[in-house]
């Protein structure tokens, strides 16, 4: 069964300042997309960003970007030039090739951004 | 714009009370899903479905059942509410495809006493 572990409870960044949030999969597929969701205190989901593990590219998306180490089963999220507004619950989420769409969630890490 | 629609935003049951979470998508999405949220948990899957007609559980499906008589309707039955059902519970959509983007709710959150 795949599982996806995010190791860090809660971090902490200051304003402007660079932070990156850990997550680890494990999988036997070889085709999954792997996603990157924010749950600021209004409790809603937003994506983040989005990898599909067959690009060895990483993605991009403005401020965020992640790390996509395939071999290692790694996929980490870099938020540059952190904001207030960042301040949220992130959840690393793996998707599988099976035809259901079901995503399978981290625990969260809690980031709190310092002024 | 609605997007998925969850009713209601909070409420609070009695042991052995029973309740539907409503959840409804006006996107023509397919698939549907139902998740809780405990704290330090993250989301698991209660129960999914990828059509009007089609149902299957999750993770986490006891305690719970589904129906999709409609594409844009998936509303989640309790029977005989426990304390171990206390979370939140999040209903989401997406189209078929593998890297399309879930679409989520606001959350119900759940306190059985």
């Known amino acids: 069964a795949q599982t996806v572990t995010q190791s860090q409870p809660e971090m902490s960044v200051q304003e402007a300042e660079t932070v990156t949030l850990s997550c680890t999969y494990d999988?036997?597929?070889?085709?999954?997309?792997l996603f990157w969701y924010k749950q600021p205190p209004s409790r809603q989901m937003i994506l983040v960003i989005r990898?599909?593990?067959?690009?060895?590219q990483n993605a991009t998306e403005n401020r965020f970007s992640v790390n996509f180490q395939k071999a290692a089963k790694s996929f980490s999220l870099k938020i540059s030039d952190s904001q207030l507004g960042d301040a949220a619950m992130y959840f690393c989420?793996?998707?599988?090739?099976?035809?259901?769409?079901?995503?399978?969630f981290g625990q969260g890490t809690t980031l709190q951004v310092k002024p | 714009n609605a997007g998925v629609t969850q009713t209601p935003k909070f409420r609070i049951l009695k042991i052995g009370q029973s309740m539907t979470l409503q959840c409804a998508q006006d996107?023509?999405?397919?698939?549907m899903y139902w998740y809780r949220q405990d704290p330090g948990m993250g989301l698991k899957l209660i129960y999914y479905?990828?059509?009007?007609?089609?149902?299957d559980k999750g993770e986490v499906p006891n305690g719970y059942n589904v129906s999709r008589s409609t594409t844009e309707d998936f509303p989640l039955r309790l029977e005989l509410a426990a304390p171990s059902q206390t979370s939140v519970y999040f209903c989401?959509?997406?189209?078929?495809?593998?890297?399309?983007?879930?679409?989520f709710g606001q959350g119900t959150r759940l306190t059985v006493v």
């Open positions: 989401a959509s997406s189209r078929a495809g593998q890297g399309v983007e879930a679409f």
């Open positions: 999988t036997s597929e070889s085709d999954y997309y």
């Open positions: 990898q599909e593990a067959y690009k060895q």
């Open positions: 989420a793996y998707r599988g090739p099976s035809n259901t769409g079901k995503l399978i």
């Open positions: 996107m023509n999405h397919n698939y």
């Open positions: 479905s990828v059509g009007a007609g089609i149902t």
